[in-house]
């Protein structure tokens, strides 16, 4: 299991939200930067970054910090947040992102969608389903889209889609343990996704049981910056590159 340490970005600042809720934020560092070089600094490889103002303004925002990140790291960084076009999707993949994790766009504009995994394979785009209700979220968590788990996951695999990250809107941020239920239910009948689970993981036990299911990543964001778990455990936890 890959475990993916995750900064989400707003303002330039490193923050959380709970819940997805844009008035619960809580700012944990200023410097970026130096967050993402912690975490290489403790052998973690992969970065989960999302761009929240870009999420709720639907158009990529941080882009200078993904460049930063990229250029002074050597981070495999998957980018998410506001990456609404072609102009946006190379734009990210110029500034050093390795994947981009495509969320409303998947509702919004499926054809866009699937052009790009024409264009630039299925190892380089991951699907948002983000789950609030058993309902796709979208907009930063904002909207719901009206489109229920299965039928949208049903598709996209279709499409030959590979990566999938999935989030319990209602656990994320709330340190309380992570969807198991959801995540079994989408390894059982949705085998050829590589999934990476995200929300709600607050123990070093819980990613041993997010092992132990098969997930290919867990991503980790407010354990770390509220203590629950070190970057030394979670590297001992990581899979080889």
Not at 10 to 30: F, H, M, P, W
Not at 125 to 142: F, M, Q, R, T, Y
Not at 194 to 214: C, F, P
């Amino acid at each position: 299991m890959h475990v993916i340490p995750a900064i989400d970005i707003i303002g330039g600042k490193c923050v959380r939200l709970t819940q997805g809720d844009y008035s619960a934020k809580k700012e944990y560092s200023n410097n970026p930067l130096e967050i993402a070089q912690r975490f290489e600094d403790h052998g973690l490889y992969r970065l989960h970054l999302v761009d929240l103002d870009g999420a709720r303004q639907k158009k990529v925002i941080n882009l200078k910090v993904l460049e930063t990140l990229a250029n002074q790291t050597g981070l495999l960084i998957d980018f998410g947040g506001g990456v609404q076009s072609d102009d946006d999707l190379e734009s990210v993949f110029n500034a050093g992102a390795k994947q981009v994790t495509a969320g409303s766009i998947a509702i919004t504009n499926p054809d866009l969608l699937k052009l790009w995994l024409a264009r630039f394979g299925a190892d380089k785009i991951i699907l948002g389903a983000d789950v609030k209700d058993g309902v796709i979220a979208v907009s930063g968590w904002e909207e719901s889209s009206g489109h229920l788990l299965d039928e949208f996951l049903e598709e996209k695999q279709e499409w030959g889609l590979k990566y999938v990250i999935s989030t319990d809107v209602n656990l994320d941020g709330m340190l309380s343990g992570p969807s198991i239920s959801l995540y079994q239910h989408i390894i059982s009948s949705f085998p050829h996704f590589n999934l990476i689970a995200s929300g709600g993981i607050t123990s070093l036990d819980d990613l041993k049981n997010l092992k132990a299911m098969g997930v290919f990543g867990a991503i980790v964001g407010k354990a770390i910056y509220e203590g629950k778990v070190t970057l030394k455990e979670l590297a001992q936890l990581n899979s080889d590159k």
